[in-house]
């Protein structure tokens, strides 16, 4: 059933993680109870990139991804710090901790969908620490590709068919600006 909210908002349907709503003819997805998104962007003292796999349902596929995710979605923690939340994403799904974790980038990653604004963290002094896999049933599967062979490495996930996030190209591109200029690790 859908509810009349404050400024012309309607909900037409919920679910536990999001809320899809009409609002001046626009029609979109929200994520209720989060305080924000958080992608992580590490590259480790040999100069390889953080990825992760992981299986996407809603594009029946696995996808090659920046490590990632919800911050505040748990109960007692619903004002979580986005570095905080970037952290603890980072540990979880690659077992990888970061001496440091900086806001580098933020932005909408489908604007014309959902009205989720993403926050990308520069994680540096990388060290593992744990297995990683994700949390409860995640399966999350750790990769750490060298930059320098990153196109090739991704070229070959997809003729194997699986998906590639474009926020790692996005990521890859800012980690080389970041080497061009001398400011990594």
């Known amino acids: 059933m859908a509810q009349d909210t404050s400024g012309g908002k309607r909900t037409l349907a919920e679910g536990r993680h999001l809320r899809f709503v009409v609002r001046n003819g626009w029609e979109f997805v929200e994520r209720p109870g989060i305080s924000g998104i958080v992608v992580v962007l590490g590259l480790t003292d040999r100069g ?22 919800l911050a505040g979605d ?4 619903e004002t979580e710090e986005l570095a ?34 993403v926050t990308f963290f520069r994680a540096r002094g990388l060290r593992r620490t744990g297995r990683g896999g994700g949390e409860g049933d995640e399966r999350v599967r750790t990769h750490v590709v060298p930059l320098a062979r990153l196109g090739g490495w991704l070229a070959a996930m ?28």
């Open 158 to 185: 997809q003729a194997k068919g699986v998906l590639v996030d474009p926020k790692v190209f996005a990521g890859a591109h800012l980690l080389r600006a970041e080497m061009d200029e001398g400011n990594y690790e």
């Open 48 to 69: 390889g990139i953080v990825l992760a796999t992981q299986w996407r349902e809603p594009v029946e596929a696995w996808v090659v991804e920046l490590p990632a995710g």
């Open 84 to 117: 905080n939340a970037a952290r603890r994403e980072l540990r979880e799904e690659t077992g990888f901790e970061a001496a440091s974790m900086d806001p580098i980038l933020t932005g909408p990653p489908s604007a014309g969908v959902s009205s989720e604004v």
């Open 74 to 77: 748990f109960p007692g923690h």
